[in-house]
T-cell receptor, first 116, second 113 residues
Framework: GDSVTQMEGPVTLSEEAFLTINCTYT??????LFWYVQYPGEGLQLLLK?????DKGSNKGFEATYRKETTSFHLEKGSVQVSDSAVYFC???????????????FGTGTRLTIIP | AAGVIQSPRHLIKEKRETATLKCYPI?????VYWYQQGPGQDPQFLIS???????DKGSIPDRFSAQQFSDYHSELNMSSLELGDSALYFC????????????FGNGTRLTVT
């Protein structure tokens, strides 16, 4: 079955440091890939996505490139801020067979803490 | 902008009791998904609905049932609650468009004592 493996946390960085959170996946087809962020006490928010190989998703300074050859979708940010502290989930969705089938398979999440 | 609304935010029940969680999707979203997130765990897909019909089923226990109503809101009914059902339950909705992202609510935290 489908699975997502992401870097275990927690990860602690100083403000303005470079961030990489690794994510690799296993899928039978050609999935769409996502990064979701979860702030304390809140739901999951879509951070960025990519739907096909070599696509780059980007948002709020975060980037991730869909690498089919390495089955990876690593999250990067050049200069993190304290407000980026949250739990980050990598996820995939297989092409749906009809509507209502675009369920997400999540990785285990990586807790990121940025210290001033 | 309107978001996915879940109620209640918090719920405390005793073992063997029942619970009903409600989800109100974003207007014009007719697809609803339910996820369960245990403490320190990743969200696990339970069930989804499209146009009031069940469209997919994941790791939902037989003690749980769900439905989507004519106004597209959805309810997750949980019976014979067990301690292990304590979790954060998320609802998500999306448009019936390929690759449409899922929009999540803030979740209902269920504690079973």
């Amino acid at each position: 079955g489908d699975s997502v493996t992401q870097m275990e946390g927690p990860v602690t960085l100083s403000e303005e440091a470079f961030l990489t959170i690794n994510c690799t996946y296993t899928a039978t087809g050609y999935p769409s890939l996502f990064w979701y962020v979860q702030y304390p006490g809140e739901g999951l928010q879509l951070l960025l996505k990519a739907t096909k190989a070599d696509d780059k998703g980007s948002n709020k300074g975060f980037e991730a490139t869909y690498r089919k050859e390495t089955t990876s979708f690593h999250l990067e940010k050049g200069s993190v801020q304290v407000s980026d502290s949250a739990v980050y989930f990598c996820a995939l969705s297989e092409p749906p067979e009809g509507f209502g089938n675009e369920k997400l398979t999540f990785g285990t999440g990586t807790r990121l803490t940025i210290i001033p | 902008a309107a978001g996915v609304i879940q109620s209640p935010r918090h719920l405390i029940k005793e073992k063997r009791e029942t619970a009903t969680l409600k989800c109100y999707p974003i207007p014009r979203h007719d697809t609803v998904y339910w996820y369960q997130q245990g403490p320190g765990q990743d969200p696990q897909f339970l069930i989804s609905f499209y146009e009031k019909m069940q469209s997919d089923k994941g790791s939902i226990p037989d003690r749980f049932s769900a439905q989507q109503f004519s106004d597209y809101h959805s309810e997750l009914n949980m019976s014979s609650l067990e301690l292990g059902d304590s979790a954060l339950y998320f609802c998500a909705s999306s448009l019936p468009v390929p690759n449409s992202p899922l929009h999540f609510g803030n979740g209902t935290r269920l504690t079973v004592t």
